[in-house]
């Protein structure tokens, strides 16, 4: 079954970094667009970034451009967001998802799979 | 990129309908069929329910039903259930090749 699986959230601090992992399982990894979603403490969903399926189309929101770096190794089935100059506001839970068609960057937004999330929070 | 507006929360009771809007511009839901929604029950993560503005995916109950008109977008549910309490999110593809989400809204079955 497919699952995506998030790794290295924690607590940092203010101006340090920290990459986040997402491992995929039960699905040909090398085909599929994923893309980064967050969600602060008790807030919404905030999209931060999307990869295409072979990497060489990345996308960011305005609010983490310059900072984020979304990649994947696809011969690992893993994505990847390293998160530099870490603000406070970038505290929440960090998903991955999948997009639910082939090939597709966006997708229209369709996500069919999601990870459960891995938190970081940052914080002195 | 700001946010899609939806109501902050909708409420009814078990059988009734009910919708909730998702407001952008014609740069994301009126310019495009693209409007997905997801339901999100607490710690869960996000379940699709409607893509492609009015599509659902297999296994997703024919109750929910979503529309589109000019730049807002809606959700319907008929024959509310209890299990039906949760958050909802619209989301939009936008030009120049980003995503937006709604601010979520809280729907509560008396």
């Known amino acids: 079954q497919v699952q995506l699986v998030e790794s290295g959230g924690g607590v940092v601090q203010p101006g340090r970094s920290l990459r986040l992992s997402c491992a995929a399982s039960?699905?040909?990894?090398?085909?599929?667009?994923i893309h980064w979603v967050r969600q602060a403490p008790g807030k919404g969903l905030e999209w931060v970034a999307v990869?295409?399926?072979?990497?060489?189309?990345?996308?960011?929101a305005d609010s983490v451009k310059g900072r984020f770096t979304i990649s994947r190794d696809n011969s690992k089935n893993t994505l990847y967001l390293q998160i530099n100059s870490l603000r406070a506001e970038d505290t929440a839970v960090y998903s991955c998802?999948?997009?639910?068609?082939?090939?597709?960057?966006f997708g229209g937004g369709k996500f069919d799979y999601w990870g459960q999330g891995t938190l970081v929070t940052v914080s002195s | 990129q700001s946010a899609l507006t939806q109501p902050a929360s909708v409420s009814g009771s078990p059988g009734q309908s009910i919708t909730i809007s998702c407001t952008g511009t014609s740069n994301d839901v009126g310019g495009y069929n693209y409007v997905s929604w997801y339901q999100q029950h607490p710690g869960k993560a996000p379940k699709l329910l409607i893509y492609d503005v009015t599509d659902r995916p297999s296994g997703v109950s024919n109750r929910f039903s979503g529309s589109k008109s000019g730049n807002t977008a809606s959700l319907t549910i008929s024959g509310l259930q209890a299990e039906d309490e949760a958050d909802y999110y619209c989301s939009s593809y936008v030009s120049g090749s980003t995503l937006v989400f709604g601010g979520g809204t809280k729907l509560t079955v008396l």
């Open positions: 998802a999948r997009v639910g068609d082939i090939l597709l960057t």
């Open positions: 990869i295409s399926n072979d990497g060489s189309d990345k996308y960011y």
């Open positions: 039960g699905f040909i990894f090398s085909n599929y667009a």
